[in-house]
């Protein structure tokens, strides 16, 4: 390689202001594609800027472009953390962002492979470990954001979720981006990093990649199709269930006032729920109160599950014998006895609880309360006379493998009982809600979401919505459930099959790459 061409090299390598710029994009493109704007099918091609200023860099400028990506993207979609404050804000997104960081190096490390299917398959793998990671870190787990769940009312293609999970679908999304990107790569004019080889070849190859993705991607949709002719078709008997949505404003300093208005809502709304009806299910926090301190009302709510003949799950607080505070579902019999109890076990940090409150004093000003819930002791199942309930609260609903210890514990129905008061009026009610579609193809579960604002629905084994209350309105969502006992193929499996395959094509894509300096830039 020539004096000059080396220098051209360089240089092409350098992080500039266009592949900024790029990443800059993909950002926006991807945040387009959730709520409030929700232009799901976007995401074939959001990220195909942020992919390709990727095959212009070296790893560590890899690093840097992910994390300028991860970083807006999470600001842009999670604005509505500014509750807690600026700074906390702002500190959220950098943590979140340094998962695209790892992503953005990971891919970066593929550019010297000529194949194009094995650069494409490598960047898709680097994208798909980084999800996982994210939503894999315990207590600051976090899967919102993640791309499965832009396909939330694409049902033929939601089916794909239940052999490989979200994270699965993720990867065939951000296979046909990074294959996009390879065709890009292959015709765009100009001076560009390009693998070594002929640069014909090299575009041929990359459009067969591309048609080989669409295939697989059509066959997963038409197979999707056909696997939804069973939705509906069931063996065990119908139990009718509702959800209760109160919509009920709640000062930021709770009140008494706040409380009798909440539980009034509840108690009224439950009133017109049909007889038949089996099981009724409140929303977390739906009377935000410590309901083991106030008989009064505790009396009211069992009278309602006797009148009504029903199972009643019911959301409040719970004070403990030690003064601790629990986030507590009551799950009360149709006679009117306390049954038992399911208290939260993962906790939202800084919105349930301060991590390393003590040690770290100044953490303290970033929470949304002042003090602390305790974390429950274990996931349980409720029986309701013949069928197992699992049960979760809010924030826990967004790890896959939560719901699947839950079905492997023999839970036969989901309930989900989430409160987004804190984020009423933001996008976050409409991003939550539409990841329990995700959790019933994963499961082949039938899920009874119950939310104090929206969206309360109903949803079948199949993703589909088939009874809800809208957004910020009261009101109650019934329908028939049947109890399932098989589980999915997903949740037989796990993740792992999944996160070996990324990590074997992304190493046979690194260890494919010539042990030699990077190739000089190509004419297009």
Request: charged share 15%; proline share 6%.
């Amino acid at each position: 390689m020539s004096q000059a061409l080396r220098r051209l090299s360089t240089a092409t390598y350098r992080l500039t202001w266009w592949k900024l710029a790029l990443a800059l994009l993909a950002a926006l493109l991807l945040y387009l594609c959730f709520p409030p704007a929700d232009l799901g099918p976007l995401v074939w091609l959001a990220l195909v800027p942020f992919f390709f200023s990727l095959t212009q860099v070296r790893p560590a400028a890899g690093a840097l472009l992910g994390l300028v990506f991860g970083t807006c993207f999470i600001l842009l979609y999670a604005s509505y953390m500014l509750t807690y404050g600026v700074v906390g804000c702002v500190a959220i997104a950098l943590f979140q962002g340094a998962f695209f960081a790892l992503a953005g190096a990971a891919a970066a490390a593929c550019n010297r492979c000529s194949d194009p299917l094995l650069r494409a398959l490598g960047m898709a793998g680097a994208w798909t470990l980084a999800e996982f990671l994210r939503g894999s870190i315990g207590g600051l787990g976090f899967t919102l954001g993640d791309l499965g769940y832009t396909q939330h009312d694409q049902l033929p293609l939601l089916q794909t979720a239940s052999i490989v999970g979200h994270y699965g679908l993720g990867f065939v999304i951000a296979l046909l981006n990074s294959a996009l990107t390879q065709a890009v790569l292959g015709v765009v004019p100009g001076v560009f990093l390009r693998p070594a080889g002929d640069p014909k070849a090299f575009a041929q190859r990359a459009a067969r990649t591309v048609v080989s993705v669409y295939i697989v991607l059509f066959l997963l949709y038409f197979w999707g199709a056909a696997v939804m002719r069973a939705d509906g078709t069931e063996e065990t008997p119908p139990i009718s269930v509702a959800a209760v949505q109160g919509s009920v404003p709640v000062e930021e300093q709770v009140t008494a006032l706040d409380v009798k208005r909440s539980l009034d809502a509840y108690l009224q709304l439950s009133r017109t729920i049909p007889d038949e009806t089996r099981l009724i299910v409140w929303p977390e926090t739906a009377v935000p109160a410590a309901l083991n301190m106030t008989p009064g009302m505790m009396a009211q709510i069992r009278e309602t599950a006797v009148k009504k003949d029903a199972y009643l799950l019911a959301g409040g607080a719970e004070r403990g014998e030690s003064g601790e505070t629990f986030n507590t579902l009551y799950f009360i019999s149709p006679e009117g006895q306390d049954l038992d109890l399911y208290r939260k076990v993962l906790l939202v940090p800084f919105g349930e609880y301060v991590p390393q409150r003590e040690r770290f004093p100044f953490l303290a000003k970033f929470a949304v309360r002042k003090f602390d819930f305790s974390p429950g002791d274990a996931h349980k199942i409720l029986p309701a006379g013949d069928l197992r309930i699992g049960p979760l609260i809010c924030f826990e609903a967004l790890f896959p493998h939560v719901v699947r210890n839950l079905t492997r514990m023999g839970a036969q129905v989901l309930v989900f009982a989430t409160s987004d008061e804190w984020a009423a009026g933001t996008p976050e009610v409409a991003q939550h809600s539409y990841t329990a579609p995700l959790r019933a193809v994963e499961s082949r579960r039938y899920v009874i979401r119950a939310a104090t604002w929206g969206i309360s629905s109903i949803i079948s084994p199949y993703g589909r919505v088939i009874a809800d209350v809208p957004l910020y309105h009261p009101g109650v969502a019934w329908a028939d459930v049947h109890a399932r006992d098989q589980l999915s193929t997903y949740h037989r499996i796990g993740d792992l099959p999944l996160v070996v395959f990324c990590f074997a094509v992304w190493l046979a894509t690194v260890l494919a790459c010539p042990r030699t300096k990077a190739p000089a830039p190509k004419e297009g």
